[in-house]
């Protein structure tokens, strides 16, 4: 397993904009975004494979993007246009096998909070 460790989080209004980051402790193959809402399941957001390879939910599709910097073994999450429903603890996943939009990766980091409000 890797370590990683998030930031950016915070409060935005609505329509605004966030930049995650999540440095992960050594190279790994696959990063990820996932976010869970109080009293819902851990939902995939993005992730981004070594090659550059990219998925979204169609919930963030058009809106967030997903980029990392493999020399730093970070992964970025930039999120434009944020609505109230984006509003959740937002948690960075690593995998040295595989890229999936489950949450079935073997590293988590800790999350980070992000409020948009209305």
């Known amino acids: 397993q890797v370590q990683l460790v998030e930031s950016g989080g915070g409060s935005v209004q609505a329509g605004g904009s966030l930049r995650l980051s999540c440095a992960a402790s050594g190279p790994i193959y696959c990063m990820g975004w996932f976010r869970q809402a109080p009293g819902k399941d851990r939902e995939g957001v993005a992730y981004?494979?070594?090659?550059?390879?990219?998925r979204y939910s169609d919930s963030v599709k058009g809106r967030f993007t997903i980029s990392r910097d493999n020399a730093k073994n970070t992964v970025y999450l930039q999120m434009n246009s944020l609505k109230p429903e984006d509003t959740a603890i937002y948690y960075c996943a690593a995998d040295r096998a595989m890229c999936s939009l489950l949450p079935e990766y073997n590293s988590w980091g800790q999350g980070t909070q992000v409020t948009v409000s209305s």
């Open positions: 981004i494979s070594t090659q550059g390879t990219t």
